[in-house]
């Protein structure tokens, strides 16, 4: 069972700004191998939107986390990003890999401050923590047990007068006897 957490979404300024408002923090990474369970239990299935937009000067939402619960209790769980704040220009922390469940976890990107442009940060990735957001070009999970550019559980850019969304995460299960993260990607 895996769990990419949403990210943060970006601040927004106001009208004038010289400097871009702050991006949102990339969503942790987690995941499980070997969890057992039983045919015909019911598991819930937890994929939050990213962090809302910050709307003309204040800051973007912090986002959810994602995961995989039997009743109240987490089987496997990433933390969501944090939304840039507007206030202090400083862009929003990746999700926080100690603050998951699972047995590998990998914490997301932290959203770029205030400056020219902003990017929000990368998701946490099977092999390593998120990139900052500092460029366009970088690394998110997929779904398919790869690091790639498909941008899941991205936070959202920081704006002038309006922001982007953090970017929805997303939810992998395998089954079967010899499957395992982070490859053997056939069920998802």
């Given at each position: 069972l895996g769990g990419l957490a949403s990210g943060g979404g970006g601040a927004s300024g106001a009208e004038g700004d010289t400097n871009e408002s702050p991006a949102g923090g990339g969503g942790a990474l987690s995941y499980a191998n070997g969890i057992a369970v039983t045919p015909g239990e019911t598991l819930e299935v937890?994929?939050?939107?990213g962090g809302a937009a910050g709307y003309i000067m204040s800051?973007?939402?912090?986002?959810?986390?994602?995961?995989?619960?039997r009743g109240a209790t987490w089987l496997v769980m990433a933390k969501g990003g944090g939304g840039g704040v507007w206030s202090s220009g400083i862009g929003?922390?990746?999700g926080v890999a100690a603050g998951g469940v699972g047995d590998v976890r990998w914490s997301g990107g932290k959203g770029m401050d205030a400056t020219n442009f902003t990017y929000g940060g990368w998701s946490g990735r099977y092999t390593a923590n998120g990139l900052p957001g500092i460029n366009s070009s970088g690394l998110s999970a997929s779904l398919f047990g790869a690091d790639s550019g498909t941008g899941l559980g991205r936070g959202g850019a920081g704006g002038r007068t309006s922001a982007s969304p953090g970017v929805v995460g997303g939810i992998r299960i395998m089954w079967g006897a010899g499957r395992s993260f982070p490859g053997n990607a056939a069920d998802v």
């Open positions: 937890v994929v939050p939107l800051s973007g939402g912090p986002a959810g986390d994602a995961g995989i619960k929003g922390a990746g």
